[in-house]
C-alpha cells in the first residue's frame, strides 16, 4: 500500500519508507511473528536484500514502525487548534488524537497489539508515547496552557490513558452489548459508551484511580 506517511508525498515515498509502512501495516493485521521480512519485501515492491540493507534485522524495522506510529501522533497534536480558551486545549488535542486514530486503522490494530497482547510488547512503544506526552505537557505548562496544581507525571498518565483507554475497552463494551441483545432487550442509541479519565486523590495520598 502506498501511503502517504508524515511529512511525504503518496505518491513520492522513498523505497525506506514505503518499507516501513508496509510493515506497520502488515505487522497490525498480522503480527509480527506473523510476518516475515520477505512478505514486507513484497507489499514494499523492493527485494529482501533492500529490507536489510535499510533496517539490518527484524527488531530494526520494528524501532522504524514504533517511531511512525508515535509521528502519527505527534503529528496529530500538532494540527490541533491552539488559539483556543485554556479549558478546551485538552480536549480539542485528544479529539485531533482520535480523527488520526479514525483515519489510521493500522495505528489503531497495531497498538493493540503492542501494548495488549502479552507476547507482542517486545519494542518500546509505550516508552516512546510516554516520552512523547511528557514533552507536549511539559510544554503546555511552560505555555500556561495546562494546569501545573498537578504533577506532570499524573498529567502525562492522564492524558495516554484517555486517549488510548476508549479505544481499548469500547471494543469490549460493543461485544457485550452484543451479546446481550441475543437473550434481552437492547436499543442502539442506548448503549454505553465508555469514558475514561484519572483521578487523584492527594489529600489522603492515596494512588492515581482510574474510573471508567
Do not use: C
Not at 505555555?143 to 498537578?150: D, I, L, P, V, Y
Amino acid at each position: 500500500m502506498n501511503r502517504s506517511a508524515p511529512g511525504a508525498a503518496g505518491q513520492d515515498l522513498t523505497a525506506k519508507a514505503r518499507i516501513r509502512n508496509a510493515a506497520l501495516d502488515l505487522y497490525a493485521a498480522n503480527g509480527e511473528d506473523g510476518t516475515s521480512l520477505r512478505t514486507v519485501a513484497t507489499a514494499a515492491g523492493v527485494t529482501v536484500g533492500l529490507v536489510v540493507h535499510h533496517y539490518g534485522t527484524k527488531d530494526g524495522l520494528r524501532e522504524a514502525v514504533e517511531r511512525l506510529v508515535v509521528e502519527h501522533f505527534a503529528t496529530a497534536l500538532a494540527s490541533a487548534a491552539v488559539d483556543v480558551p485554556g479549558a478546551d486545549i485538552a480536549r480539542i488535542r485528544n479529539e485531533a488524537v482520535a480523527d488520526m486514530l479514525v483515519g489510521r486503522p493500522e495505528v489503531v490494530n497495531y497498538l493493540r497489539r503492542a501494548l495488549l497482547d502479552p507476547s507482542g510488547q517486545r519494542g518500546q512503544l509505550l516508552e516512546r508515547l510516554t516520552e512523547l506526552t511528557h514533552r507536549e505537557v511539559v510544554a503546555m505548562r511552560e505555555s500556561g496552557a495546562a494546569s501545573k496544581t498537578r504533577a506532570d507525571a499524573v498529567q502525562v498518565v492522564d492524558v495516554i490513558v484517555t486517549q488510548l483507554g476508549r479505544l481499548f475497552l469500547q471494543p469490549l463494551v460493543d461485544s457485550m452489548w452484543s451479546h446481550l441483545g441475543t437473550f434481552t432487550h437492547t436499543e442502539g442509541p442506548d448503549k454505553p459508551e465508555l469514558s475514561v479519565r484519572v483521578t487523584e486523590t492527594v489529600a489522603t495520598r492515596r494512588p492515581v484511580r482510574f474510573t471508567l
